[in-house]
């Protein structure tokens, strides 16, 4: 099966994944003056932004090695995110892909969010939803189990880290954002292309039909893959 050709006769290009709603909240929250942090940056290949020479300066962190030859980057950081060596407000806009499902201490790592981010400043993150079908395998499954079929997947064990889901639910993350001094400005629930189910055509498109239930009413939205969120540090 051709898994690139199926996936684009059933998808546009707006619900082939959620990378580019993502990609236009950070265009829309950033500009020529904006600093700007990728926290969990990793080597840059997983996701394509456009952002150096636009902004001010845009900045990596992680604990990947890869991090400081990422091509995406003005500076890149190693380091934890719970520890970032940078300024009390000094960051404009921060954004995370994929990191929030990683995070196993969710107050530290928003503290250190809040303490670099400027008053007003943004924090823009899409994370797995935990109670999606896809986040449920993972929890009651081993971490080995995830490297064995990310590869079936075509993706590299550099690449598959461990799961904790302590931030991705909406009600875990409006509570624990607010308790670390952010504002809501927006969560969206989204689901898209069933990527994880693309190993046979029958998976495929059970999955399709999961994802024209669950995007067809509000209802469900509990039980879509993903969520997108804008949260503002208070002024």
Request: net charge neutral; aromatic share 10%; hydrophobic share 40%.
């Amino acid at each position: 099966m051709d898994r690139e050709k199926t996936k684009r006769r059933w998808y546009g290009p707006d619900r082939f994944d959620n990378d580019e709603p993502f990609r236009r909240m950070i265009y829309e929250a950033v500009g020529p003056e904006s600093r700007v942090l990728d926290a969990g940056a990793g080597a840059g290949d997983l996701f394509a932004y456009d952002l150096k020479g636009r902004v001010a300066e845009m900045i990596g962190v992680d604990l990947d090695p890869r991090v400081e030859t990422n091509p995406r980057l003005d500076r890149s950081i190693l380091a934890d995110l719970t520890e970032i060596p940078l300024e009390d407000d000094s960051v404009d806009v921060a954004f995370s892909r994929y990191v929030l499902e990683h995070v196993a201490e969710p107050a530290r790592f928003l503290g250190e969010m809040a303490r670099i981010l400027k008053p007003g400043g943004r924090f823009l993150f899409l994370t797995p939803n935990k109670w999606h079908y896809v986040s449920l395998a993972a929890r009651l499954t081993p971490h080995a189990f995830h490297g064995w079929y990310n590869k079936k997947r075509g993706r590299e064990d550099d690449d598959t880290f461990p799961t904790t889901y302590l931030l991705n639910s909406r009600s875990d993350v409006k509570r624990r954002f607010r308790a670390a001094g952010f504002e809501c400005e927006k969560l969206v629930m989204r689901e898209c292309c069933p990527n994880y189910l693309i190993l046979s055509m029958p998976t495929f498109l059970a999955g399709v039909a999961y994802e024209r239930i669950v995007n067809a009413t509000e209802l469900c939205a509990g039980l879509r893959v993903n969520i997108l969120g804008a949260f503002q540090k208070a002024a």
